[in-house]
Structures are given as structure tokens and as C-alpha cells.
């Protein structure tokens, strides 16, 4: 007696049927593997389905449900990785708006005649640049202003606890309190 291959299982009678054994020739060709009989594939056995649940086990073939259990671990994983950017990219966009607004109001600076004048227009500056930003409002902006040896600095302080989006984030951000400066030079 014949030791049945591994093609016997997929239907098709080894008897000498013509479309089986062409059958059997063409796959042993393209996988040598199917070629060998079952004894020689070692502990590779066809799985009967027919088994109870007792005999193979509870959970060793229902693979039903743990799509679920992988997505329970990896969305709140997600959920909180996009929190953090957007917490993150709004902080670098409100500090970068600030150096922004800074700059502005230092080169509006150059346009006064004294210091007093200079004044006006920073915070003339200022309050145009926090109506066109996220900034909530331009009373938050703390504006000061420094001369000396022929450079003018302006410094601006932004709180970002009176920022809602800030105040209830619950990741640690690189500061609560941004503060940029820029300088120029107002003497020939």
C-alpha cells in the first residue's frame, strides 16, 4: 500500500488519474515539499475540525474577539500620542508666533524718534500681531522694552495658564510662561 502524499487531503484521488497525477507533477515541481509523503514531514498533521473544543483546547484555534483585545490595547495608545502633538505643535506654534510678534514690534521700533515714541509703536505691534494670532488676548502679552548702546530690545512674556488649551493639557509642556526677544540696532 501507498503512503498517501500530501496532495491526498486537497481531494484528488491518487489512483492514477491522468488531471491528478499531471496535477501532482505540477505543484511537486513548483513546491518539492508536497512531493514527500506524509511520515517524512514529521509532525505535521492535518487539523480535524471535527474535534471537540475539549480535545484542542478553549482557545487554541477561536481566533474570534482578538481583533477587539489588540484594538483595547493599541487605540488609547494612539489617542494619546495624538493628544501629545497636538498639545506639542500648538506649543511650538504659539512660541514661534511669539518670536514673530517680538520681531515685528522691534522693527517697528525703528520708526520712532525717541523712546517714548518707540513705545507706541511696540505696543501698537503687539496688538496688531496678537489680533492676527492665537494669541487670546493682548492684555496676557507682557511687553517690555530695553535701550542701550545704540540697540533696542523688545521682550515679550505670554502666560500660557490663561490659554484653555494649555491649562488642560494633561502632558508637561516645556514651559507655562514663553518669553522671546529680539534686538535691533536704532543708532547710525
Given at each position: 500500500m501507498r503512503?498517501?502524499?500530501v496532495l491526498g487531503h486537497l481531494g484528488q484521488r491518487d489512483r492514477g488519474d491522468k488531471d491528478a497525477r499531471n496535477t501532482h507533477i505540477h505543484i511537486g515541481r513548483l513546491l518539492p515539499v508536497l512531493d514527500r509523503p506524509l511520515a517524512k514531514l514529521g509532525a505535521m498533521k492535518p487539523i480535524d475540525a471535527r474535534r471537540s473544543s475539549a480535545e484542542r483546547g478553549p482557545l487554541?484555534?477561536?481566533g474570534r474577539g482578538s481583533v477587539v483585545v489588540e484594538a483595547a490595547f493599541a487605540i488609547p495608545m494612539l489617542v494619546?500620542?495624538?493628544c501629545a502633538?497636538?498639545?506639542?505643535?500648538s506649543w511650538f506654534m504659539t512660541a514661534h508666533s511669539l518670536q514673530q510678534a517680538a520681531n515685528e514690534a522691534a522693527r517697528a521700533a525703528l520708526a520712532g524718534l525717541d523712546s517714548t515714541e518707540r513705545r507706541a509703536l511696540v505696543d501698537q505691534s503687539v496688538a496688531a500681531s496678537g489680533a492676527n494670532s492665537l494669541f487670546t488676548g493682548t492684555r496676557t502679552i507682557g511687553?517690555?522694552?530695553t535701550?542701550?548702546?545704540?540697540?533696542y530690545s523688545v521682550t515679550l512674556r505670554y502666560d500660557?495658564?490663561?490659554?484653555p488649551v494649555f491649562a488642560a493639557s494633561p502632558f508637561p509642556l516645556p514651559a507655562t510662561i514663553l518669553q522671546r526677544s529680539a534686538v535691533v540696532r536704532i543708532g547710525a
Open positions: 503512503k498517501p502524499s487554541k484555534l477561536d494619546v500620542l495624538l502633538m497636538l498639545a506639542y505643535g511687553v517690555s522694552t535701550e542701550s548702546a545704540g540697540y500660557l495658564a490663561s490659554v
